[in-house]
Structures are given as structure tokens and as C-alpha cells.
């Protein structure tokens, strides 16, 4: 089997989980689930030969299971320094730069108390992960990030505007 291959397998399994963490309320459970579907994105890119990718969704997995306990500001600047360490030491071009950034949206959505602006962070950074995958053709990455982006939205919407009564 290639390593495209198999790593279009383990992406898949990134898609499955996050087809329904977005819709979930809970934020740990959330944010478990985001560390799952990380620790799978992450052998996905290595197979790719992007090792800042790879590294960064490998650290995220356990980055975010860290956010599930303790939501302290310094673990998230602590955290986008392991991040910005990971980017400098694998840098490989522009799709490190771009990994790197949409990791900072992430970063500070999984640290926050509030659930409204952590749905943001993700559509912000789900987006800029989905340019890294057009960017580098990872077709099964491509729909991972557009559903993820979509499903954060649907939760978005269903969570914080449906909600919301109509003004006249």
C-alpha cells in the first residue's frame, strides 16, 4: 500500500469523527474528540512529507486533552510556542506558515470558557488548514477541513443564532 494511500485511509478516519464533534454541546467532549481526529491528521500528514503539519496535529492532540482540565492563558501561549518551535524546526515553505497560522486560531479557540468564541477559532482555522490542503492536494484532507468548517458552522448556527428570536 502507498503512503498516499494509507494516508488517505487514516484521514478518513479524521472525517468520521469530526462529521459530528462540531454538533456536539459538550465542549470536552469536543474537544476529546478533536484529539482523536489530530492524533489520525497528524500520521496523515507525515505520510505526506509535511513533517510541520504532521508535528503540529500530533502536539494538538495532546494539546487539546491538556484544554479539556485547564483553561489558563499561559498554556495557551505555551502552546503556540511548542507551535511556533515545531514550524521553525520542520519548516518547509509556505505550507508551514500557513499550518502554523491556522494553529493559532485553534490554539486560542481550545483555551477559552467560552464555547461561542472556541466555534469561531475552529471555522477561522478550519479554513486556513483547508487552503494548506488545496495547497498541497490532499483530497480526502480537503473534504476533512470542508466539513469540519461546515459542521462548525451548522453548530455555530444551531448553538448561537437559531436561538436567537427575530426582530421586526
Known sequence: MSDFLLSQILVTVTLIIECF??????KNY???LLSVS??????????LDQPTAGFIFLFSSLRFLISIKWKLKWLSFASLGVSLLITISTYIGLLSIVGFIATIFTTLGSFSHNDKFLRLMMIIGGSLWLVHNLLLWTPIGILVE???????????????????????
Open 30 to 32: 469536543l474537544l476529546a
Open 38 to 47: 489530530c492524533f489520525f491528521n497528524g500520521f496523515h500528514y507525515l505520510l
Open 21 to 26: 464533534a462540531m454538533q456536539l454541546k459538550n
Open 146 to 168: 470542508v466539513i469540519f468548517v461546515g459542521s462548525s458552522f451548522i453548530g455555530y448556527y444551531r448553538y448561537y443564532l437559531a436561538q436567537k428570536p427575530m426582530k421586526y
